[in-house]
């Protein structure tokens, strides 16, 4: 198994990286190292924090947690910063402006989400207390209508048939 120096780790992950964004498989081919060594790399490098897309060479392709990412890190950055980020990504301001709005408004329907639900649960409890006090009512009509056949069955085998309501 073969031991990578840290700089040259960080060298390959660079070219997965914006604004070159090169596949796994093209860096593998290029650098002769295993394409399941550069996923690893990979993956170790997003929990640590940097942007690595997976997808596309694109940043409309990448996935929304590394759009996510672009956004939190470019946060705290004056203009200037924010500008040297983007070029230094390959991003334009206008689409992390973007994805920041589209987290912003993500947070807003999940708040509008949560009121419908609640609306719906109160709903539902009110539509299932009706439908609770109709089956107590049919159940005591029930049970009234089952006791009046059995009077009438017992007065019957006690008094006999009544003709006279032939």
């Known amino acids: ?27 593998a081919e290029a650098e002769g190292i295993s394409t399941a060594t550069l996923y690893n790399w990979r993956k170790q490098a997003r929990e640590r924090g940097q942007v690595l897309p997976s997808r596309g060479s694109t940043p409309e392709g990448w996935s929304s947690e590394e759009k996510f990412r672009v956004v939190l890190e470019t946060a705290p950055m004056t203009e200037a910063e924010f500008s040297a980020y983007c070029r230094e990504k390959g991003l334009y301001p206008e689409q992390v402006e973007a994805w920041r709005q589209a987290c912003m408004e993500a947070n807003a329907n999940a708040a ?20 609770e006090r109709e089956l107590r009512r049919k159940d005591k009509a029930l049970a009234e209508t089952a006791a009046l056949l059995t009077l009438s069955k017992k007065a019957e085998a006690i008094w006999g048939r009544n003709d006279e309501d032939d």
């Open 1 to 27: 198994m073969k031991h990578y120096s840290a700089e040259r780790k960080e060298a390959v992950l660079r070219k997965l990286a914006p604004p070159m964004n090169l596949t796994v498989p093209e860096v």
């Open 112 to 131: 509008e989400q949560d009121k419908r639900s609640r609306q719906e649960r109160k709903a539902e409890h009110k539509r299932m207390k009706k439908l």
